[in-house]
């Protein structure tokens, strides 16, 4: 069993920034990544990474986000620069496990004035 606990989510004014940080209980040895859900909206990935450090990301964050780990930390963090009304969301965390997937509890970040 693995835990995810994110951090890092919080009011923003538009263009600011944020970082997440999602921490897991043990050693992550697949792919991680962020989702995010608005309101009345379904749950997107926002971006993932590999365990060799290979990225993808949304089209609608590319260039504002940065997804990275540290695997020494089991640690996966979301950089996000320029902040757009649009990007509030309930963000998660996701790990894929070798029997099944983990989510953590989501971490709100909302943009707005």
């Known amino acids: 069993q693995v835990q995810l606990v994110e951090s890092g989510g919080g009011l923003v004014q538009p263009g600011g920034s944020l970082r997440l940080s999602c921490a897991a209980s043990?050693?992550?040895?697949?792919?991680m990544a962020w989702y995010r859900q608005a309101p009345g909206k379904q749950r997107e990935l926002v971006a993932a990474?590999?365990?060799?450090?290979?990225?993808n990301y949304a089209d609608s964050v590319k260039g504002r986000f940065t997804i990275s780990r540290d695997n020494t930390k089991n640690t996966v963090y979301l950089q996000m620069n320029s902040l757009k009304p649009e990007d509030t969301a309930v963000y998660y965390c996701?790990?894929?496990?070798?029997?099944?997937?983990?989510w953590g509890q989501g971490t709100q970040v909302t943009v707005s004035s």
């Open positions: 996701y790990a894929q496990g070798t029997t099944r997937d983990y």
């Open positions: 990474i590999g365990t060799g450090g290979s990225t």
């Open positions: 043990k050693s992550i040895i697949y792919g």
